[in-house]
């Protein structure tokens, strides 16, 4: 678990961000990868992910990514790496003044969902 957790940070650490909000971004981004990864039993990238990030910024790009249908067993994945932090909406949660309302409470709803007993 460790080692993924360091993994996911030394590539997030590379990535030129402007803020902890958009360093939290990415991290949640590779975690995601490393999820995607160990699904599909090879090196997996977020491509539709990182073309919002191009066309839109990084923020932007999360914002808009949250209003994509949930992904349970990707949160689930997350836990089961020890990544749950790393979920986009953990990050949202951290920086609520950085992204959109909409945004905040969708994550909010989905971690309440998501961790209820």
Same mark, same amino acid.
């Given at each position: 678990?460790?080692?993924?957790?360091?993994?996911?940070?030394?590539?997030?650490? /590379?990535?030129?961000?402007?803020?902890?909000?958009?360093? !939290?971004?990415?991290?949640?981004? $590779? =975690?995601? &990868?490393? %999820?995607?990864?160990?699904?599909?039993?090879?090196?997996?990238?977020?491509?539709?992910?990182?073309?919002?990030?191009?066309?839109?910024?990084?923020?932007?790009?999360?914002?808009?990514?949250?209003?994509?249908? /949930?992904?349970?067993?990707?949160?689930?994945?997350?836990? !089961?790496?020890?990544?749950?932090? $790393? =979920?986009? &909406?953990? %990050?949202?949660?951290?920086?609520?003044?950085?992204?959109?309302?909409?945004?905040?409470?969708?994550?909010?709803?989905?971690?309440?969902?998501?961790?209820?007993?």
């Amino acid at each position: 678990m460790e080692a993924k957790q360091r993994a996911v940070q030394l590539r997030a650490d /590379a990535y030129d961000t402007e803020s902890e909000a958009e360093k !939290d971004a990415i991290s949640a981004i $590779y =975690a995601y &990868e490393e %999820v995607l990864s160990v699904k599909n039993g090879k090196k997996t990238r977020a491509s539709s992910t990182w073309q919002l990030i191009k066309r839109h910024g990084i923020i932007s790009a999360v914002d808009r990514a949250i209003n994509r249908p /949930a992904e349970p067993e990707g949160y689930s994945s997350l836990v !089961d790496m020890g990544l749950e932090d $790393y =979920a986009l &909406e953990a %990050v949202i949660i951290r920086y609520p003044e950085t992204f959109s309302d909409d945004a905040v409470k969708i994550s909010q709803d989905r971690i309440k969902q998501w961790t209820a007993p």
